[in-house]
C-alpha cells in the first residue's frame, strides 16, 4: 500500500519540484518591455547636493506618494539620473538637511528602492549608468513622460 501511494504521488511532487527551481521574476521582460527600455532616452546630469538641496529634499518628501508610481511605471520618454557627486558615501555623504529627510523617510526610502527593482524599466536605466538600487535617494515624477532619479553616487567614468 505504502509502495502504491508513492507511486501515485511521484509525479505530481517531481512536477511541483520544477516548478519551484524555475527562475521568477517581477516583472517579465518581453519585446515590449525591451522596446521601452531601449526606446526611453537616459540622461545624466552630475551636481551637488547643496545645489539641488530643494529638489533632493521634496523628492524625499514625496517618497510614499512616488512609490505607487514606481509601480504603475511601464512606459516614459526620459529618464533622468542626476548624481549628486559630493553626497557619494566616498565623498562624505549627504549635506545635512538631505540626511534628515533620508532618516526620517527610511521605511519608505526602502520600500522604493524595492519598487525600483521590481520595475524593469527603471531599474534597467540605472543599471545602465551603473547606479546601484541602494544609491537611489529619491524619484521624482515630471509629468507622465518624465522620471528624475537622485543618486549619491559619482558617475562611471
Request: charged letters at 30%; hydrophobic letters at 45%; aromatic letters at 4%.
Amino acid at each position: 500500500m505504502f509502495f502504491y501511494d508513492l507511486a501515485r504521488r511521484l509525479p505530481a511532487a517531481a512536477v511541483a519540484i520544477a516548478a519551484m527551481a524555475m527562475p521568477l521574476s517581477a516583472q517579465p521582460l518581453d519585446d515590449s518591455t525591451v522596446g521601452r527600455i531601449v526606446g526611453s532616452d537616459v540622461k545624466e546630469e552630475e551636481t551637488t547636493a547643496a545645489a539641488d538641496e530643494d529638489k533632493v529634499v521634496a523628492a524625499i518628501d514625496r517618497t510614499s506618494e512616488n512609490i505607487g508610481a514606481v509601480r504603475k511605471t511601464t512606459n516614459v520618454n526620459q529618464v533622468d539620473i542626476v548624481f549628486l557627486k559630493d553626497t557619494a558615501r566616498t565623498e562624505g555623504g549627504p549635506t545635512r538637511a538631505i540626511a534628515e529627510k533620508i532618516e526620517q523617510h527610511r521605511s519608505e526610502i526602502a520600500a522604493l528602492r524595492q519598487e525600483i527593482e521590481a520595475n524593469a524599466l527603471l531599474y534597467h536605466a540605472i543599471d545602465s549608468r551603473r547606479v546601484l538600487v541602494e544609491d537611489v535617494l529619491a524619484v521624482d515624477f515630471e509629468g507622465a513622460e518624465k522620471v528624475v532619479i537622485y543618486a549619491a553616487a559619482k558617475p562611471a567614468d
